[in-house]
Every structure is written in C-alpha cells, then in structure tokens.
C-alpha cells in the first residue's frame, strides 16, 4: 500500500468508528409547495457534529439525487428553489462554517493552511472526512433514486467520488487544491494567495507543505473515478483554462466533458443545469427568459 492510498485508507477506517447518528428535523417556515426542507445533523471525525440542509421535492419518489459540497467559505446556503423543485438536495456544511462552528470557528482567511505541515494534522483531511459522511447520508436516503445521483462543488467533489461509490454524474467548478503549488506561483487570489502567506512566514516548511498537498491534488484520485465528470474550464493560458486541466481530465478514469465558461452568469447556469439535469434524468431549469416571436 502506497503513502498516498494508506493516507486515506486509515481516514476511512477513523470515520467508520464514528456513527452517523443522523438528527433529521422539518423547518416549517422553509416549507413549500413543491419541497419540504429538513435540518439535518451528523457526526463525523472527533468526533464533530456537523450540519445540513436536505430538501425533498413534494411528491411520489424516488427522486433523483443532488449533492452540494460545501464552498470555500463561511456560509453555505439553503438550495436553490429550482434545484429543491427537482432533486433531493443536500447541502453540507463542514467543520468550522456557519451552523457547524461549534466548538471551531473556521478562520477566513487561514483554514486553507491550518495544520498544512503536518498530513496528520491538517484540517481538510477532517473536512474531507466530513464530506464522505454528507455522501453517505444523502446516498442512503430512501427518497433518493440510487442510479440518479449526482453531485456539484470544487475539487473536494473528486476526492469523495475517489472514496464513495454511488454517483452518477459530477459537475465540478473552480478548483482548490488541483496543481496548488504550481497555482501559488500564478496568481495572488485568495484563497490560493493564502499558501503564498503562509510561505512567505514560514518558509522552512515548503517541502512539508507540498508533501500535504500532494494527498489531496485530485490528479492523485483521479483514476479511480469512472462517473461521467464536467469539468467547467476558464480562459486559455489561465490557472482553470484547458491546458491547465489537461493531466486531470487525462487522468479521470471515466468519461469526461469540459465546458468553456462564458462569464455571462446566466448562459454559464443555464448550460450547466441543463447537461445535469440531462444526466440525471430531470428537466433543464433555465433563467434566462426567452421571448417567443
């Protein structure tokens, strides 16, 4: 067994000590016609609680599954109507954000470096922990159709379908950690600048920093990863453009599509929401009005 795979086997193993212990809990004032939303709470690594939203369309099921991983970021919110009107929904939120910040309130910025010198210690190897356990949920959840399932979010999407089987379909947007000590190099954005920040206050600990990165570079879980993936690409010659994602869509064990964002927020939505639904067997939800002539 490789560092790499026994890195994140012994994860597996830690994880699976801790029960799920799920709370599931109505919100009325979230309620609507078409979907019934639902707190959830579950225990992951620590052992943590974490928390959750989950919405299931109003209706006779099963339905087909969406799961949101969580943003960079403090917040995560509730799920857009138009995905609770067609999906069950789950929207973690991990360790240290908004609802789950209790005992750990998440630095911003500075969660992208906490622990970052030791794999051990580090603390997205906890989040990633809490993203397999969201998975689990949502897969196990008897109003979801298990052969319609897909998920949506950065790179963390790849490192839980290397973990967890059951997805049909993965739309993957900005990267995190893909090729990050390269990325540094190329751009001064947050939160990539916050590996530059933390270099630049303890430069001794480069090579520490990149051997923790290198376990959660997707490349490295890629080919074990046979679902249909989109990958969303930037500008040519940018960190995100297709040259950029070339080794990872090489290495992605499946089928893989790319599409060429637009930076025209509707256009970009509405050819996204319409290749998932497309794979999940739902109807395209479009925000752009179009005026019949």
């Given at each position: ?148 399932v897909g998920i949506r979010g ?137 005026i019949e002539r």
């Open positions: 067994m490789t560092d790499h795979s026994a890195y994140w086997s012994t994860l597996d193993h830690e994880l699976a000590r801790f029960p799920a212990a799920p709370e599931v809990n109505l919100t009325p004032l979230r309620r609507t016609e078409y979907a019934t939303v639902y707190e959830v709470k579950l225990t992951s690594i620590g052992p943590y609680r974490l928390f959750g939203f989950l919405s299931v369309p109003t209706g006779d099921g099963p339905f087909p599954g969406l799961y949101l991983t969580p943003r960079y970021g403090s917040v995560n919110n509730v799920p857009h109507p138009d995905d609770r009107r067609r999906y069950v929904v789950f929207q973690l939120m991990h360790r240290g954000q908004r609802l789950a910040d209790q005992p750990f309130a998440a630095p911003y910025p500075g969660l992208l470096t906490l622990g970052i010198d030791d794999p051990a210690q580090y603390i997205y190897r906890s989040i990633v922990a809490d993203c397999l356990r969201g998975a689990e949920f949502l897969l196990s959840r008897p109003e979801v159709d298990a052969a319609r950065d790179d963390l999407v790849l490192l839980v379908m290397a973990r967890r089987a059951g997805f049909a379909a993965a739309d993957i947007g900005a990267m995190l950690f893909y090729r990050l000590m390269e990325a540094r190099a190329r751009t001064d954005a947050y939160p990539t600048e916050e590996i530059n920040d933390y270099l630049r206050a303890y430069p001794e600990h480069e090579a520490a920093v990149g051997a923790t990165l290198a376990h959660f570079d997707p490349q490295a879980h890629a080919p074990g990863i046979v679902a249909r993936v989109l990958l969303q690409t930037g500008d040519p010659g940018d960190p995100g453009g297709p040259e950029w994602l070339a080794p990872l869509r090489d290495a992605l064990g499946g089928e893989v599509e790319e599409y060429r964002l637009t930076h025209e927020g509707g256009t970009d939505h509405d050819w996204l929401d319409a290749w998932l639904a497309g794979q999940l067997g739902a109807t395209p939800h479009p925000r752009i009005w179009r």
